[in-house]
């Protein structure tokens, strides 16, 4: 599989978590955060799992997993950019979040499961949602030397956005 290309495993684990009924959303809402060592609904994880996975990498598709039923899917771009939605639109109100979103991307492996869990119910509480596959793709990814996954995202949490026409050629007036 050429590098560049999305794993078809990831998309065809999405499509089962969309599959599934609600009692077996909420036997995986009650492991959110747990090691699969912890877990209590390991028999439907395994039916869920594409096959051929590491340790390390079921850990991460089952914490997806757990995650799935606490925030809707269908959302565009990254986690940092479904937060950034959820932003006040008052700067000065989103201190506690911007905080939080810092912490999540210095979170660790042990971290990682809780601070996940925190900021997909803050999504759900402020109705927005999640790309699920993109959020597996990304954490797959997150303990790459360069820490790529958390720059995107802050990236998408953090930067200014494009000006407006409208606040563009406000600048440009107030620069004459």
């Given amino acids: 599989m050429p590098k560049n290309e999305p794993d078809p495993r990831i998309a065809e684990f999405v499509k089962k978590l969309n599959a599934l009924d609600a009692g077996d959303k909420a036997k995986l809402?009650?492991?959110a955060g747990k090691p699969i060592a912890e877990a209590q609904s390991i028999g439907?994880?395994?039916r869920l799992l594409p096959?051929?996975?590491?340790?390390?990498?079921?850990?991460?598709?089952f914490l997806v997993a757990t995650l799935y039923g606490l925030a809707d899917g269908g959302a565009k771009g990254n986690l940092g950019a479904s937060l950034r939605q959820?932003?006040?639109?008052?700067?000065?109100k989103n201190r506690g979040l911007?905080?939080?979103v810092e912490i999540l991307l210095d979170s660790d492996a042990t971290q990682l499961p809780f601070r996940l869990r925190q900021a997909i119910r803050f999504l759900k509480s402020?109705?927005?949602?999640?790309?699920?596959?993109q959020l597996l793709e990304d954490l797959l990814k997150w303990k790459s030397t360069y820490r790529t996954v958390q720059k995107q995202w802050?990236?998408?949490y953090f930067a200014l956005s494009k000006p407006t026409d409208e606040e563009a050629s406000a600048e440009t007036e107030n620069n004459s």
């Fill in 154 to 156: 802050a990236r998408a």
């Fill in 44 to 46: 439907l994880l395994y």
């Fill in 126 to 133: 402020k109705d927005k949602s999640v790309n699920w596959q």
């Fill in 86 to 92: 959820a932003r006040d639109p008052e700067e000065k």
């Fill in 29 to 31: 809402k009650r492991d």
């Fill in 98 to 100: 911007n905080r939080r």
């Fill in 51 to 61: 096959y051929g996975l590491n340790a390390a990498q079921e850990e991460i598709y």
